[in-house]
């Protein structure tokens, strides 16, 4: 079964505005990582945040880490056309596989 | 798509005929990865294969099989396709130095 969820499922913003999703997990991990799929292409790594950290950046992204609540959030400021994506949580454990979320859909609107 | 290439791209089959995905990277990664997409289920872990000749399951395995009989090469195998089975296929690989993975371009497949 799949271990992150991410919510909302969709999510549509004007340019320029910033966009934030959340992730909620079951049980402890390795790391929590974020990925982008542009549409009718594969997954492209975003960021990853260890169970240790509590706060990542990358650009114009920003990742949380609450591992009391079993939650992560990624934002995205300052939204582009470009960010329009479907964005995935992906939570790591103590092999070498990784379970993916259902995903956000996110819109960018001119 | 980090040196990953899926054939085909595309492919329409019809019910019960076998079809065989094929993988292939060249990043000399061990680890390698089988998943199916589907809408609103995100990517779900067929198989993965951890090594040549090293496979295992991961939690939609039934009616899939894997050979992997070189470091480079990872096959996908349905031996006698359902329409269930109509998705896009995506293939990873990951590094030992990393815990993140890298994602071929997918296969549509439509089983008729």
């Known amino acids: 079964s799949q271990q992150g969820e991410e919510d909302p499922q969709a999510l549509s913003i004007q340019e320029g505005e910033n966009a934030t999703m959340n992730c909620s997990y079951k049980?402890?991990?390795?790391?929590l990582q974020w990925y982008r799929q542009n549409s009718g292409r594969g997954l492209v790594h975003l960021i990853l945040?260890?169970?240790?950290?509590r706060e990542k950046h990358s650009g114009r992204l920003r990742v949380t880490l609450d591992t009391s609540k079993k939650s992560s959030s990624l934002l995205i400021t300052a939204s582009r056309a470009a960010d329009t994506a479907s964005y995935f949580c992906a939570t790591h454990f103590n092999d070498y596989k990784l379970s993916f979320g259902a995903g956000t859909t996110v819109t960018v609107r001119a | 798509d980090a040196g990953i290439t899926q054939s085909p791209r595309h492919k329409v089959t019809e019910t019960g005929t076998p079809v065989t995905l094929r993988c292939h990277q060249t990043e000399n990664h061990r680890y390698m990865y089988w998943y199916r997409q589907d809408p609103g289920h995100g990517l779900r872990l067929i198989h993965y294969?951890?090594?040549?000749?090293?496979?295992d399951k991961g939690e939609v395995s039934d009616g899939y099989s894997v050979s992997r009989s070189k470091t480079e090469d990872f096959l996908l195998t349905l031996e006698s396709a359902t329409s269930s089975q109509t998705s896009v296929y995506f293939c990873a690989i990951m590094g030992l130095a990393t815990d993140t993975q890298y994602f071929g371009p997918g296969t549509r497949l439509t089983v008729l």
């Open positions: 294969s951890y090594g040549v000749k090293d496979t």
């Open positions: 049980t402890s991990i390795n790391n």
């Open positions: 945040i260890r169970s240790n950290e």
